[in-house]
């Protein structure tokens, strides 16, 4: 089986969710955990996604780890690179997205690349280069409350000019012209790349327009977005004649010793998802001042945890009102509180399969990230999907794991139950 698609995401959880989009489309996909250890040997992979953890590294750091992902992808005979960030452009005025796509341009050889982070399934949508989250903009949803990357300004294309070396270089590829079909999109492209710009923002309010994307971008070596926009890629590759029907996702084992949800996210879905949860089952939450002050609350928290394995779920959570993170963030820094809380739950994580647990739900992408580096998780196989942009999924180092990483504002209120009743 050739690798078609090489990928590179930012996050854990968003990584999850384009190897969703690609293994729903009819593609094997495997995704790792950071940068591939040397000894991987990728079987049955049509593609594959390197979840990094670069969305709010330092940009030096981030170009440096997508370029290691990208020179990997390649050698491994990957014919398309694509570049998955947030559908809600989690970045700031330093990054990571600009400085990211524009190294992978250079390394590629490129003269253009597409960023289309829209996702209508999920509510977003990019109108004339302005992203909506449901039927507010971007700077009016709830991400302008986030705890590492508060999202301010609605404007791709101003946003984006912050980030590349020159502002000039970014434009539109605005819905009318999507809506016309993917040579239009391609003719676009060619002019705004006869004109020395490198960066389309790309606009799209339906599926429909992320197929018309997808069919354009296929003579592309580069791709970014989210992960709606990669929903048309299998479909060239098919036409191609180089994918064959789908596998499937695969199924989910039966493994004993119960299931730890651990929810550092502060986004308004989980808040919701973590109410429901708190009112119906075991739960514990975590303050990250008593963490700072260095009282033992892992060690306690832990052990309650374990003398409940095998008996259902428990919910670990730092979750809180945005009035409550500012407090912290005041007290600890914004970075300081937020490395402490995901070096919390990553000990937990690890403290509970010393104690037997084997089904892992994260909440959060930075906590996911920070989960699976204290398992050392090196790399999954998608399983059934749990909500749009959801999988289970199955580790595939012993001992083998059930995790289910969730992204921030991804899932219906009734999310971690619906995760629980799934599993065999
Ligand atoms: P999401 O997917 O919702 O963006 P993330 O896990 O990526 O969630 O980011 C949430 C960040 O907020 C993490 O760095 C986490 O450690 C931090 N955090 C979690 N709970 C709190 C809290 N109560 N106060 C301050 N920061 C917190």
């Not at 354009?216 to 994918?243: D, E, I, Q, W």
């Amino acid at each position: 089986m050739p690798l078609l698609i090489g990928a590179i995401g930012d996050d854990v959880t968003g990584s999850t969710d384009l190897a969703l989009m690609l293994s729903r489309h009819g593609m094997s996909v495997v995704q790792t955990i950071g940068l591939p250890p040397p000894d991987l040997v990728l079987r049955n992979a049509q593609a594959v996604v390197v979840a990094l953890k670069s969305r709010t590294a330092p940009p030096t750091q981030a170009v440096a780890d997508s370029l290691s992902a990208c020179d990997w992808l390649l050698a491994q005979g990957a014919r398309q690179i694509f570049f998955k960030y947030c559908s809600t452009f989690d970045s700031t005025e330093k990054g990571n997205i600009g400085p990211v796509a524009e190294a992978l341009l250079e390394r590629l050889g490129e003269a253009i690349t597409v960023y289309c982070p829209a996702f209508p399934e999920n509510g977003r949508t990019v109108y004339r280069g302005h992203l909506f989250v449901g039927e507010d903009l971007l700077s009016e949803s709830s991400m302008r409350h986030h705890p590492l990357t508060p999202m301010t300004d609605s404007n791709l294309v101003r946003l984006l000019g912050k980030q590349v070396r020159n502002s000039q270089t970014v434009a539109l590829v605005d819905y009318a012209t999507v809506d016309r079909g993917p040579q239009a999109v391609r003719d676009r492209l060619q002019e705004l790349a006869g004109r020395k710009c490198r960066h389309a923002v790309v606009d799209a309010l339906t599926n429909r327009h992320l197929v018309v994307i997808g069919e354009a971008c296929a003579g592309l070596k580069l791709l970014t977005g989210g992960s709606g926009v990669a929903m048309g890629l299998p479909a060239n590759f098919r036409r191609a004649g180089l994918l064959a029907d789908s596998t499937g996702p695969v199924s989910l084992p039966k493994l004993t010793g119960g299931t730890a949800i651990l929810s550092g996210s502060c986004s308004a879905a989980t808040q919701r998802q973590v109410g429901r949860m708190s009112a119906a089952g075991p739960s514990v939450c975590i303050d990250p001042l008593e963490l700072a002050a260095g009282k033992p609350i892992i060690a306690d928290i832990a052990r309650w945890a374990a003398s409940r394995v095998g008996e259902g779920s428990v919910l670990i959570y730092s979750t809180a009102e945005p009035e409550q993170v500012a407090a912290v963030q005041a007290q600890l820094g914004r970075e300081a509180a937020g490395r402490l809380v995901e070096q919390a739950m990553g000990e937990l994580a690890l403290r509970l399969r010393q104690a037997g647990m084997r089904n892992f739900i994260v909440a959060g992408g930075e906590t996911s990230g920070a989960v699976m580096a204290a398992l050392q998780v090196r790399s999954l196989r998608i399983g059934p999907e749990i909500a749009p942009g959801v999988p289970w999924t199955v580790t595939e180092d012993e001992p083998q794991l059930c995790l289910a990483l969730k992204s921030g504002n991804f899932g219906d209120d009734d999310f971690f139950a619906k995760a629980l009743a799934m599993l065999p």
